[in-house]
């Protein structure tokens, strides 16, 4: 089982808010290459979805053990799902340079697909996408967890579309991730072709969270930065990066990602991002707060013209986007995130990494 401190598999699990009844939503798991698989299936279970199949073209024990334990059926290819006129949605964490073509064959079946970040690695696969979307009609939607699947950070995105703290006018994220052994890593892991990149991979999350909180629809990147300072073994992998945007309405955001969160640290990663409106601003400590000696998460600051304030988040707020997006799919509607905003997170995190200088 995955703990606190294992961040490739750390897959939250909040209080059910089912939105449908059982196994009026069929979904299917189609690739379990990254461990937020269970993330996602978690999520769409909790919001009363239906795990009906479960396949994986690398490991097959895993695919059926992960079978056997949501009372799904071990699917022995993709087409058996495909071909099955009951599942809406395709869930699928496949290698990051993998995700577009599953995505795009699962769409041409008709199927509705929800990939893990980063939903792509290359500008041409995003045309390939948009265009698919365009001619499927199906979703091609993206688990961005560190907003998504983080309760404060859900609380947020409201208190911001209330109007709590004015105007958003810059946001600041943290996103340091712990490595762990070399070994535990699978080899794509260390592939900068099939990873990404830094940026176009744990940075998605927070250029998301960017045009989230900022109300952006667009951003051109500044500046970005990406080295190895570290790991001289892995030529190919990237420890650090840095990026700086800038809106479309004028906002800003400088992010951090990196992968030295050090092993004293009870948590995966000390995942922050501070929001400065024109009347307030907001802090989130998202995994933990460092040496409370209490196993807190999901604290949100909040300072307006009216108070102070110090929320702990954790159990009280639930994720609803699982369920607005099986909605979306029942009802060709919305409400879970839009396609344009899915994919211009996915634009601008490969941008940003294009544009990168190595230090």
Known sequence: MAT???????????????????????FAVAAM?????????????????????????????????????NNAT?????DQILDDPDIKLVAA?????ERAALGIRCMEAG?????????????????????????????????????????????????????AIGRVIHVTGFGPHRLGP??????????????????????????????????????????????????????????FG??????DNGATM????????????GTWGDGRTFIIGTDGYIEMRKYCEVASGQDLGDVLILVNGENEQRMELKDKVGFSFFGDLILDCLNNTENAMTQAHALKAAELCVRAQQQAVRV
């Open 4 to 26: 606190a401190s294992d961040g490739m598999n750390y897959a939250p699990v909040g209080k059910p808010q089912p939105v449908v009844k059982p196994g009026e939503f069929a």
């Open 33 to 69: 290459d990254h461990g937020h698989i269970h993330g996602q299936t978690n999520g769409l279970l909790g919001a009363g979805g239906t795990l009906k199949y479960v396949y994986d073209k690398h490991d097959t024990e895993q695919a059926r053990a992960f079978a056997e334990q």
């Open 74 to 78: 071990h699917a022995t290819s993709l």
């Open 93 to 97: 964490a496949a290698i990051p340079s």
């Open 111 to 163: 199927k509705h697909y929800f990939t893990d970040k980063t939903p792509l690695t290359t500008l041409d696969q995003l045309e390939q996408v948009r265009d698919a979307v365009q001619r499927t009609g199906r979703k091609y939607m993206v688990y961005y967890s560190e907003r998504l699947h983080v309760e404060c950070a859900m609380h947020a995105t409201k208190l911001v579309q209330q109007g």
């Open 182 to 239: 070399p070994e535990g890593r699978p080899d794509w892991f260390y592939r900068k072709a099939q990873y990404g990149g830094i940026l176009c991979d744990i940075g998605s999350h927070q250029i998301e969270q960017f045009l989230t909180y900022a109300g952006c629809s667009d951003a051109t990147v500044q500046a970005a930065r990406v080295a190895n300072y570290n790991h001289p073994d892995y030529p190919e992998l990237e420890d």
């Open 242 to 247: 840095d990026c700086t945007l800038v809106g």
């Open 254 to 265: 400088y992010f951090r990602v990196d992968w030295f969160t050090p092993d004293g640290l």
